[in-house]
């Protein structure tokens, strides 16, 4: 019914412009379903009467599901709010800054933005709406796809050629591994820190030792991370040795993960021996990994290169470069342009888009891309055992779980 109203309207409206001299419309009926433009066009024409308001419902119900609506390289965000209101986009290709893309009323009720994008973008994005004091914001109604965050969910937009990887699915005929909960009383630190373990399907504590990883930000690589599936899959299809996965939550995140050496020695001197009396594992800091994103792909940076004789493999997702809110203590370029090789085996990943993931308070953006492409090229000039990808993504754990699984068959496929 929406499709026939749709083509109704809209057929009339060309075919008023395209007549013969007989008043015979012109137009083939394969034309007359509206592009985005044609059909904005038309609307605006219509105003903001009742006409105006069933076309525009029509239009929105005939693509029930498909918002944004994407044509070529272009999407366009629709927005059901009177033209009296200023509705903004909260996203990341803006910085999280909503007045560098703010939404006009096209008519029927509705306002609109539009932007181009490359055909394998995947991006997260919030309506606000600026004019009301508290500037609160919203998943995009129209949009039934979700990203996850730590701040609450996004709306998700997906270009055409954005193809999320099937290793982050989970396939129920493959063997789940299971996972265990477990606290550590800390000398270092001072309390009981929790961690989970993930034990990999058919694990025995007799045979070949395990390698493992260890996750800072353990519990968001759980959960918004998929990394149980992506580990399950991995190991199911032969891509990674069967290992074990250690999660550890921070409690002081800002602080832990700036290069804290007390934070280091509870992981390297504690945490590690503790797994290792507990499990399986291999004893070897060339069978063990560290990862994190952001921050805590700083600290994993940071463990790593001060402590080899723990880990030798260390994955960073979107990471920091060097200690941060003034404190003056580490720079990685500075680390992986010595002249003494690290005995370390690095995977690095970010998006394209961090090279503004945050807009300072004087609206200049926090570059996070060119200081990672710079450690990739300390890291290639100094000879390194090396995995670098970049996506058409942000700062984000829909990036940083679409890239898990190809830089740990990297750092593992020696193993």
């Not at 800054?97 to 029927?108: A, F, V």
């Not at 493992?212 to 991370?225: A, E, N, P």
């Not at 290169?305 to 994955?315: G, I, K, N, V, Y």
């Not at 308070?361 to 300390?378: A, H, I, N, S």
Request: glycine share 6%; hydrophobic share 35%; aromatic share 12%.
């Amino acid at each position: 019914m929406a499709f026939a109203l749709l083509e109704k309207v809209f057929a009339r409206a060309i075919c008023s412009s395209y007549q013969n001299k007989d008043g015979i419309c012109m137009v083939d009926e394969s034309q007359r379903e509206p592009s985005f433009e044609q059909f904005m066009i038309h609307l605006r024409q219509l105003g903001e009467s009742n006409e105006a308001i069933a076309y525009a419902d029509a239009y929105i119900a005939a693509h029930d599901g498909m918002f944004p609506i994407i044509e070529k390289h272009t999407a366009h965000f629709v927005c059901r709010a009177s033209s009296n209101k200023t509705i903004a986009l909260s996203a990341e290709w803006n910085g999280w800054t909503p007045q560098w893309s703010i939404m006009k009323s096209i008519g029927g009720g509705l306002q609109h933005y539009q932007h181009d994008f490359e055909m394998d973008a995947r991006l997260d994005y919030r309506f606000v709406e600026i004019s009301e004091p508290n500037m609160p914001s919203f998943c995009d109604p129209l949009n039934p796809r979700r990203g996850k965050s730590g701040f609450g969910d996004a709306s998700e937009l997906a270009m055409p050629e954005y193809q999320r990887p099937i290793v982050t699915v989970r396939d129920e005929l493959v063997p789940q591994g299971t996972l265990t909960e477990g606290t550590i009383k800390s000398k270092a630190l001072r309390q009981q820190r929790p961690y989970q373990v993930y034990l990999p399907h058919g694990y025995t504590e007799h045979g070949v030792p395990y390698p493992s990883i260890y996750f800072h930000d353990g519990y968001d690589y759980l959960t918004m991370g998929e990394v149980p599936t992506i580990l399950d899959n991995l190991i199911a299809q032969g891509s990674l040795p069967p290992l074990v996965a250690v999660f550890v939550p921070p409690i002081e995140r800002d602080r832990e993960y700036n290069c804290s050496d007390v934070f280091t020695s509870f992981f390297c001197d504690e945490l590690v021996p503790e797994m290792q009396s507990l499990y399986a594992l291999d004893a070897n800091p060339a069978c063990h990994c560290v990862v994190g994103p952001s921050l805590g792909g700083l600290i994993s940076l940071y463990m790593a290169s001060r402590r080899p004789d723990t880990f030798r493999m260390l994955c960073a997702q979107s990471t920091a470069t060097g200690s941060v809110y003034g404190v003056d203590k580490y720079d990685a370029l500075t680390t992986f342009d010595a002249s003494s090789r690290l005995p370390l085996r690095i995977a690095l990943a970010i998006g394209s888009y961090e090279s503004c993931f945050r807009t300072t308070e004087l609206g200049t953006c926090w570059d996070l891309l060119t200081p990672v492409r710079e450690l990739r090229d300390k890291v290639v000039e100094h000879d390194y055992p090396y995995y670098y990808h970049e996506e058409h993504q942000s700062h984000s754990w829909g990036l940083w779980r679409d890239t898990l699984a190809d830089a740990l068959i990297y750092l593992f496929e020696e193993q």
